[in-house]
Structure formats: C-alpha cells, structure tokens
C-alpha cells in the first residue's frame, strides 16, 4: 500500500477522517516508518500550536469598552446590550478606572459628616448673632412669622388637591360602573362558553406577544450560538 | 456577556496578526466597537462568532492597506490551485520536529508565524489557536472550504519548514 498524502495525514491527526479511513492509516503506519514517523511529528507540531500562550487580557479590557460605549453618541436602547456587566468608572478620555475594593462609608465617616454639619450650623448662627446683635431674636421671629403664613398657604393648597383627587378617583369609580353596567348588558347576550373562548383567546394573544416581544430583546441582549 | 465571552478569542487572534501586545488590545478593542455599531448588520441565523471575527479580519485588511503592504499578501495565498498534486511523504523527511522539546517549540513556532504569509497565518491563527471549523473560516471568508482546507494546510507545512530553519 503506498503512503498517505500528507493532507490525509493531517485530516486523520485532526479527527476529520472517517473512522475506516483512520483505521487504515492507524494499519498502514503500523508497517511504515515514513508514515509514522510524520504522523508523530506533525501530532507534537499540532499540539505544541495549539498550546501557544494565550495573549493576557486585562481584567479592565471589557470596562475600557464599555467607558468608550458611553461617551458614544448611539441610541440607549443598543447601548443596554453591551452595558450589561457590573462595571467600574470611566475616566474622560475613556478609560476604565479601576474600582478599589472595600471602599464603604464606614459610621466613623458618618459621625464626622454630622459633626461637620453641626459645626457649620453652629457657625452660621454665631455670624448672624454677630451681625444682628439684639437684633437677632425680631428679626428670626419676623422671619418665622413669614415662614408660617407661607406654610398655611401651602396645607390650603394641599387640601384642594387632595380633593381634586378624589372627585377625579369618584369619577373614575362613576364610569367604571356605568362600564361594568354596559358590559351585563352585552354578556348577556353572549353565552357563556363564547365568553370564556373569547377570553381564552385573548389571553392567549396576550402572552403571545409578550413571549415574541421578549424573545426579540433577548436576542439583541446576547445574540447565542446557532 | 458578549464581550467578555469573546475578548480571549479575537485578543489571541489580533495579538498573533500584529505581533505586538498593546496594539493588539487596542485594536481588539476597536473591533468590539464596530461590531457594536453593526450590530443592526447582525443576523440571527448565523454564528455571532463568525460574524464577529468577519468584521475582524475585514479591520485587520483595512490596518494592512493603511499600511500599504502588499495585497497580495494580504488577500491570496501563494499557490491557491485546488487542483494541486497533494504532497507524499518522502521516505528521507526530517523529523526536526522530534528534535525539538516542547515549550522551544511554542517559542519556535510563536516566532516563525510571524514569518508567515498575513492569509496563512490568519487561517492558521484561526484553526489551529482559536480552534474554528473549516467551514466556520469559509464563512468568514466568504471562501470555499476546499480553498481554505488548501490554504491551512499551505501554512502548516511552510510553518514546518520554518522550524527547520536554524534559531
């Protein structure tokens, strides 16, 4: 039997041969040296390509993408399917900011925040006592005193919303009834097993288009492997 | 998600193209940005792999041109007869390859790709390291099988050929 070519050798070391047909190489190379001899060598060829080091990627790679994705122009709806993953910040030029754990506001940094807010008030009133001396106790209550007719303008105001919104809900209620009224009416010359196809259908119709519209935003989420 | 599912991929196939790991990762990004703005090109039907790795290789063609290589290294192969006489294996072929241990050999074979042909080496950087069926790389070719089958197996034995040249 004459050798192999060299494309049947590589076909056979890549499993794209039939079984018979690598079964006649596995026999053929058992007798011939040539044969073996360069099936061995292509198969460490192979595998040392197949085993070359994969170029290291980034941890921040998907994030510098997804910072420049942001600054783009594009429509948002395209821009949710890419901006899925939790991501850290994004400096202006672009790139990813690299998220530094455990950052949190611990109570320590909370009580100063209050401390510093109480100082500042605390300031505050002490520049106004030093501005309107005795002054100052009038001039607050002249300043509650307007503060206190604003807020009864504001509950009056209030109270007529709120009763604009009732008669607007009583009206609702009113139609809602006149509707359900209407509705007997009809259904009653319905029978009883049209009404429960024609809500199955309905139903039915309902899910449908609720089923096809979230298929088509799942596929544009992350479009899968066919 | 798509982008960290595929970033692997097309930075191992970038990085083995341009032989420079920086550029590699800029560039792979790019290409995740243009397959962000074609995303209306995208048809559901046919693998987002190879859809992706199209827009790929059409940037890498585009890098070339810019370059002002030469096309024909760029978009034929030497030698691309279907109809060649396949090749025998001779009773005296070296076996260089036994000779060299394992991790020299990635070493040898990282270095001599760079010495490859810019459409062998993309087909072979495809199947061989990204792992693609032939027909996956006639897709994104837009090729016959047959003429790709010919062209990886045209890189594979000149990539051997090139182990034999001396370190």
């Given at each position: 039997?004459?050798?192999?070519?060299?494309?049947?050798?590589?076909?056979?070391?890549?499993g794209e041969l039939s079984a018979e047909d690598a079964r006649r190489i596995e026999a053929h190379a058992l007798s011939c040296p040539a044969c073996r001899a360069?099936?061995?060598?292509?198969?460490?060829?192979?595998?040392?390509?197949?085993?070359?080091?994969?170029?290291?990627?980034?941890?921040?790679?998907?994030?510098?993408?997804?910072?420049?994705?942001?600054?783009?122009?594009?429509?948002?709806?395209?821009?949710?399917?890419?901006?899925?993953?939790?991501?850290?910040?994004?400096?202006?030029?672009?790139?990813?900011?690299?998220?530094?754990?455990?950052?949190?506001?611990?109570?320590?940094?909370?009580?100063?925040?209050?401390?510093?807010?109480?100082?500042?008030?605390?300031?505050?009133?002490?520049?106004?006592?030093?501005?309107?001396?005795?002054?100052?106790?009038?001039?607050?209550?002249?300043?509650?005193?307007?503060?206190?007719?604003?807020?009864?303008?504001?509950?009056?105001?209030?109270?007529?919303?709120?009763?604009?919104?009732?008669?607007?809900?009583?009206?609702?209620?009113?139609?809602?009834?006149?509707?359900?009224?209407?509705?007997?009416?009809?259904?009653?010359?319905?029978?009883?097993?049209?009404?429960?196809?024609?809500?199955?259908?309905?139903?039915?119709?309902?899910?449908?288009?609720?089923?096809?519209?979230?298929?088509?935003?799942?596929?544009?989420?992350?479009?899968h492997e066919n | 998600m798509i982008i960290r599912r595929y970033q692997q991929p097309v930075v191992n196939y970038i990085g083995r193209m341009v032989r420079e790991?920086?550029?590699?990762?800029?560039?792979?990004?790019?290409?995740?940005?243009?397959?962000?703005?074609?995303?209306?090109?995208?048809?559901?039907?046919?693998?987002?792999?190879?859809?992706?790795?199209?827009?790929?290789?059409?940037?890498?063609?585009?890098?070339?041109?810019?370059?002002?290589?030469?096309?024909?290294?760029?978009?034929?192969?030497?030698?691309?007869?279907?109809?060649?006489?396949?090749?025998?294996?001779?009773?005296?072929?070296?076996?260089?390859?036994?000779?060299?241990?394992?991790?020299?050999?990635?070493?040898?074979?990282?270095?001599?790709?760079?010495?490859?042909?810019?459409?062998?080496?993309?087909?072979?950087?495809?199947?061989?390291?990204?792992?693609?069926?032939?027909?996956?790389?006639?897709?994104?070719k837009d090729l016959p099988v047959g003429t790709v089958k010919n062209r990886v197996f045209q890189a594979k034995e000149m990539l051997r050929r090139l182990l034999?040249?001396?370190?």
């Amino acid at each position: 039997m004459s050798c192999f070519k060299l494309e049947d050798i590589y076909a056979y070391l890549e499993g794209e041969l039939s079984a018979e047909d690598a079964r006649r190489i596995e026999a053929h190379a058992l007798s011939c040296p040539a044969c073996r001899a360069a099936i061995e060598d292509r198969r460490r060829f192979l595998g040392a390509a197949a085993s070359l080091a994969p170029i290291e990627v980034p941890d921040d790679f998907a994030d510098g993408i997804l910072c420049r994705l942001e600054a783009s122009p594009a429509p948002a709806r395209r821009r949710l399917i890419f901006l899925f993953a939790a991501r850290s910040a994004c400096r202006t030029d672009g790139a990813a900011i690299p998220a530094r754990p455990g950052r949190r506001l611990t109570v320590l940094g909370g009580l100063a925040a209050a401390g510093a807010g109480a100082a500042a008030f605390f300031a505050a009133f002490s520049l106004l006592a030093l501005l309107f001396g005795r002054n100052l106790w009038p001039f607050l209550a002249r300043l509650g005193h307007g503060s206190v007719h604003y807020l009864r303008e504001a509950v009056t105001a209030a109270v007529k919303v709120v009763k604009y919104i009732q008669l607007f809900f009583r009206l609702v209620q009113d139609f809602a009834l006149a509707m359900t009224a209407v509705f007997k009416r009809i259904t009653s010359f319905i029978s009883p097993e049209i009404q429960i196809a024609c809500l199955i259908a309905a139903a039915a119709l309902l899910a449908g288009g609720i089923l096809i519209w979230r298929r088509r935003s799942l596929r544009m989420e992350s479009p899968h492997e066919n | 998600m798509i982008i960290r599912r595929y970033q692997q991929p097309v930075v191992n196939y970038i990085g083995r193209m341009v032989r420079e790991r920086e550029q590699a990762l800029d560039f792979s990004q790019e290409i995740f940005l243009k397959a962000y703005a074609s995303l209306a090109s995208y048809r559901p039907q046919f693998k987002f792999s190879t859809w992706l790795f199209k827009i790929a290789s059409n940037f890498m063609i585009d890098h070339w041109r810019k370059k002002k290589l030469s096309l024909l290294s760029i978009d034929q192969a030497p030698d691309d007869e279907e109809d060649r006489a396949p090749v025998q294996i001779a009773d005296t072929e070296p076996s260089v390859v036994r000779q060299l241990e394992l991790k020299e050999m990635r070493t040898r074979i990282d270095a001599a790709l760079a010495k490859l042909p810019a459409a062998l080496r993309e087909l072979f950087v495809w199947r061989h390291i990204n792992g693609f069926s032939y027909e996956e790389m006639a897709e994104i070719k837009d090729l016959p099988v047959g003429t790709v089958k010919n062209r990886v197996f045209q890189a594979k034995e000149m990539l051997r050929r090139l182990l034999e040249e001396p370190a």
